[in-house]
């Protein structure tokens, strides 16, 4: 099986020994986002609404230097410090995703790098 890393400055550079995202088996796995900036490498300002949202605008980045979409995805997993905050991932889900939706898991967390309070990873399937 053939692997390919996928990176762009239009996303946060990978904190870490990791990549932003890996294509094999025709499937783009793409790591985990938290809401930073990618220019300046800190967490936006503003309430869990501006966080959900730099968040989606990040996995796009990542998926658009795939060569794929958010369309694509079949598979999310968000992470949230507090899921009364579930509400509003639901809504700005329903404004940057179409139908239909990917599979999702939602889990709490005791804490996120950088003090964010989400972070969403993807698991994307061109063509689908």
């Excluded at 900036?37 to 309430?47: F, I, K, N, Y």
């Excluded at 599979?103 to 994307?124: M, N, Q």
């Amino acid at each position: 099986m053939t692997r390919r890393t996928i990176a762009t400055s239009n996303a946060p550079a990978a904190i870490g020994t990791y990549a932003q995202a890996v294509a094999a088996g025709g499937a783009i796995w793409l790591s985990g986002q938290i809401p930073l900036d990618p220019e300046t490498m800190t967490l936006v300002e503003g309430d869990i609404e501006a966080e959900v949202r730099q968040v989606f605008r990040n996995l796009s980045a990542v998926a658009a230097a795939a060569g794929a979409t958010l369309d694509d995805a079949v598979r999310l997993t968000v992470y949230l410090t507090d899921l009364g905050d579930f509400a509003v991932v639901n809504e700005v889900m329903a404004e940057v995703l179409r139908p239909p939706y990917p599979s999702r898991a939602t889990v709490e967390v005791a804490g996120l790098p950088k003090g964010a309070r989400v972070e969403v990873d993807a698991v994307l399937v061109p063509g689908t």
